[in-house]
């Protein structure tokens, strides 16, 4: 007979179960019960007809405990009515199902000092059938057996490989537990091959298989993720030390070309300090010199700003000198006596764009005075 597997409950402890996931649930469950008593009444008949008297205490222990999943499957049946259910009943029905099994005057101490829902219960008479079949030679997933050995001594060498890249320090302990993983499949394979159950070795080796490649995964990213770290500061570094070097040519080329200039002070990358070797200083350190890249920025755009202002300013004295000659006022004294004013101010160095920002709209204003006939 084909082992069968627990089926899966509805809903959660404290949570109302729905009618329809209930339906399903019920009705594989009392499969499972009839398949499971029959599983256990054929491993007795085994055990007896083998006179196998060291594994009566293992049936007894399923036995019981598949009479206490019995139990409350009946439970669960009375309080379903065939469908009859309010809301009260779906919460009891939550109950009977997530609450603590009632496992009664077992006959094992081990069941009866148990606190296990009904899932639980059905997951645990699985396990322990599964060991009866191992111990029984009679398990039906032999070749699954053999599969799990076979993955296992690829994963190992996979491991091996991961372990080989591991630093100079840390290499020899990892090979040190890649050969004792590799030594414990060997030994599996060996009791396997005599006839041993390995059911209940498997499992915790491939766990422990599974931590350590785990392990040596996330080592290699978090060290990679260092490196990286470590390769961005470098080269943000750089980059804001060359950029530092830009705004301080372009601070001075403002303060000689305008007055008043804007008054910002470049910031000093080197006032940061030598670059750190532990990732959380390496990160700390990227958060200074994200703060000092925006402090550069808010620089450049002002004192880019303020050079952008003079030369708009001398574009517009141009304009106006242009758009004068098309009107025929290019002569006219006062006109020219503003604009000419303004160019003069604008070549000086520093320009004086307090005054600028007065004369060019003055001129402006006497060309649109002309232009509307204040010359007649």
């Known amino acids: 007979m084909s082992p069968v597997t627990a ?24 499969a499972w019960v009839a398949a499971r008593r029959s599983e256990l009444a054929a491993l007795d008949a085994e055990i007896l007809a083998r006179k196998l008297s060291a594994l009566t205490a293992d049936l007894q222990l399923s036995l019981a405990l598949w009479q206490a999943v019995k139990s409350r499957y009946e439970l669960l049946l009375v309080t379903w009515d065939s469908g009859r259910v309010g809301p009260a009943e779906c919460a009891r029905l939550s109950s009977l199902i997530w609450g603590r099994l009632d496992t009664g005057p077992a006959p094992s101490a ?14 645990l008479s699985d396990a322990l059938v599964a060991q009866l079949r191992q111990k029984l030679n009679l398990d039906p997933n032999a070749e699954q057996l053999a599969r799990r050995l076979r993955d296992l001594r690829a994963q190992v060498e996979r491991i091996r490989d991961q372990a080989a890249t591991e630093p100079p320090a840390a290499r020899p302990a990892a ?21 041993g159950d390995i059911g209940g070795l498997l499992g915790p080796l491939e766990i422990d ?97 303020a050079l952008a202002e003079r030369d708009a300013q001398v574009g517009l004295v141009s304009a106006l000198r242009a758009k004068a000659a098309a009107l025929g006022f290019g002569a006219d ?24 920002r007065q004369l060019v709209p003055a001129a402006q204003a006497m060309l649109d005075w002309l232009a509307e006939g204040g010359a007649r």
């Open 7 to 30: 089926p899966t409950a509805p809903g959660r402890l404290n949570e109302p179960v729905q009618p329809q996931a209930m339906v399903g649930y019920l009705g594989e469950l009392d």
């Open 209 to 305: 298989a599974a931590r350590f490649e785990r392990d040596l995964i996330v080592g290699g990213a978090r060290r990679r993720e260092n490196r990286d770290a470590l390769a961005r500061a470098r080269e943000l570094t750089d980059d804001l030390t060359a950029r530092e070097q830009a705004l301080r040519q372009l601070v001075a080329n403002t303060v000689a070309a305008v007055s008043p200039a804007p008054k910002y002070a470049v910031p000093d990358v080197a006032a940061l300090g030598p670059l750190p070797n532990t990732r959380q200083a390496i990160d700390a350190y990227l958060g200074k010199l994200s703060q000092v890249s925006r402090a550069m920025q808010v620089v450049q755009d002002a004192y880019s700003g």
């Open 110 to 123: 081990q069941l009866a000092g148990m606190a296990v829902s009904l899932p639980e219960a059905c997951r």
């Open 333 to 356: 004294d006062d006109f020219t006596a503003l604009v000419d004013r303004a160019d003069a101010l604008l070549q000086r160095r520093p320009a004086p764009m307090a005054v600028v």
């Open 175 to 195: 090979m040190a537990q890649v050969a004792g993983l590799a030594a414990r499949v060997t030994e599996l394979e060996g009791k396997r091959e005599r006839g």
